[in-house]
């Protein structure tokens, strides 16, 4: 059975940090772009970041640049999203996704990818 899970959600205090984890099961991520989206309330699901197969091109939106930071661990099987300077705007839930692919390239597009995990909150008040 295919599975992600993301970790490391949490209440933070503006400029604060977390780290976001996504671990696979039942497949290894070494051939899937994997993209970090998130969701405010009453907001669409948005491309975060992505970071393509075998620890290829990554993509950031324009809002967490110089922020944020993907990165994969392929023995571990795992994904992770450094968040730095925090902002309250930074706030939702926060979903990993993935896609089969060769390419080392990625797209912060939500139909791109055909496997999500279930979410972690991320909210960033004082």
């Known amino acids: 059975q295919l599975q992600l899970v993301e970790s490391g959600g949490g209440l933070v205090q503006p400029v604060g940090s977390l780290r976001l984890s996504c671990v696979a099961s039942?497949?290894?991520?070494?051939?899937?772009?994997i993209g970090w989206f998130r969701q405010a309330p009453g907001k669409e699901r948005e491309g975060v970041s992505c970071?393509?197969?075998?620890?290829?091109?990554?993509n950031y939106a324009d809002s967490v640049k110089g922020r944020f930071t993907i990165s994969r661990d392929n023995a571990s099987n795992t994904v992770h999203l450094q968040m730095n300077s925090l902002k309250p705007e930074d706030t939702g839930v926060y979903y990993c996704?993935?896609?089969?692919?060769?390419?080392?390239?990625?797209?912060?597009?939500?139909?791109?990818?055909?496997?999500w995990g279930q979410g972690t909150q991320v909210t960033v008040s004082s």
């Open positions: 996704a993935a896609e089969p692919t060769r390419l080392g390239l990625c797209v912060l597009w939500r139909k791109a990818y055909n496997y």
């Open positions: 039942g497949f290894t991520l070494d051939y899937h772009a």
């Open positions: 970071i393509g197969s075998r620890g290829g091109i990554t």
